[in-house]
């Protein structure tokens, strides 16, 4: 279970199982993109892809055991970290499996290596447009901000303290697991002004959740020209509209969606074979 130190202190986590071409997984979750949430996925591509691929889990920078600084965590950033795991296990290309935010770090990493990136399945792709708003995406920020406004930084601590799951309890805020679990970071959370944690954390989503529809991560005019074969898997809420993932389907030039209850009872057995022979398929 190897540990990568990136050049400004980060520390990113990840794990490899099985054996074969490699697979970066993006676990679905957002601020908790993080191995463990593939565990409550429909599908989890750990357990089903591991017999015929190295399937390599990550915890992104701030979530699970991937402590990093406070302050914002920007897509070119979190894409520099992506490939430094590839380059850290050697692999001079792999294919990509995504959930939620993990769509837009597909999106963002074939843009960024092109090269590199063999194949990507993306399930609930987030995306912004007439669906929704972006204060969709930043209503999960303000219960943190608020509390800090009320009650100071303190009460922020306190509330990651007692759950440092920041998806599960917004109110302590994006830098919730390392305040749990670092005592010396906790000490420099405390130390900041009402007003600095204000800043940082409005920074921080404006990082994670750009106004820059409809992709976040990508401009629409890039996907046009995606030539990186893409397998879809639809989302039906307001984080992951269906139509978001019908628009990536139908400007990337190399991408095919499957219907939206593909993960239902009666066909997530099919489709996770469709999802395999379409790994298969694009394997060098």
């Known amino acids: 279970m190897p540990d990568i130190e990136r050049p400004d202190g980060a520390v990113i986590h990840y794990e490899t199982f099985g054996n074969g071409f490699p697979l970066l997984c993006f676990a679905p979750g957002g601020v908790n993109s993080e191995i463990d949430f593939w565990s409550i996925s429909a599908i989890n591509p750990i357990k089903e892809f591991a017999s015929d691929f190295m399937v390599i889990g990550m915890d992104q920078r701030n979530a699970g055991k991937s402590p990093a600084p406070a302050r914002p965590a920007p897509y070119d950033v979190l894409v520099a970290d992506q490939i430094a795991v590839l380059d850290d296990i050697g692999a001079a290309q792999a294919h990509t499996y995504g959930g939620c935010i993990g769509v837009a770090y597909i999106l963002r990493i074939a ?68 305040i749990h679990d670092d005592a010396g970071f906790r000490e420099e959370i405390q130390a900041m002004t009402t007003a600095a944690y204000v800043r940082l954390i409005e ?26 074969p893409l397998l879809i898997l639809p989302g039906s809420d307001q984080f992951h509209p269906t139509s978001i993932a019908e628009q990536i389907c139908r400007d990337a030039k190399n991408a095919l969606c499957l219907d ?9 057995t099919e489709t996770i074979e469709i999802i395999r022979s379409f790994l298969k398929e694009h394997t060098p």
């Open 260 to 268: 939206v209850d593909c993960r239902s009872e009666a066909k997530v």
């Open 111 to 178: 843009q960024e290596a092109p090269a590199r990136i063999t194949a990507g399945v993306g399930q609930d792709p987030v995306g912004l447009n007439h669906t929704n708003s972006l204060e969709t995406f930043m209503d999960m920020f303000q219960p943190t901000l608020t509390l800090a406004r009320r009650e100071g930084v303190q009460a922020v601590v306190e509330a990651a303290l007692a759950n440092p799951i920041f998806m599960a309890n917004n109110a302590a805020g994006p830098f919730a697991r390392r």
């Open 203 to 228: 920074s921080y989503a404006d990082a994670i959740w750009p106004d820059r529809p409809p992709y976040f991560s990508v401009d629409a005019g890039w996907v046009q020209n995606c030539e990186t």
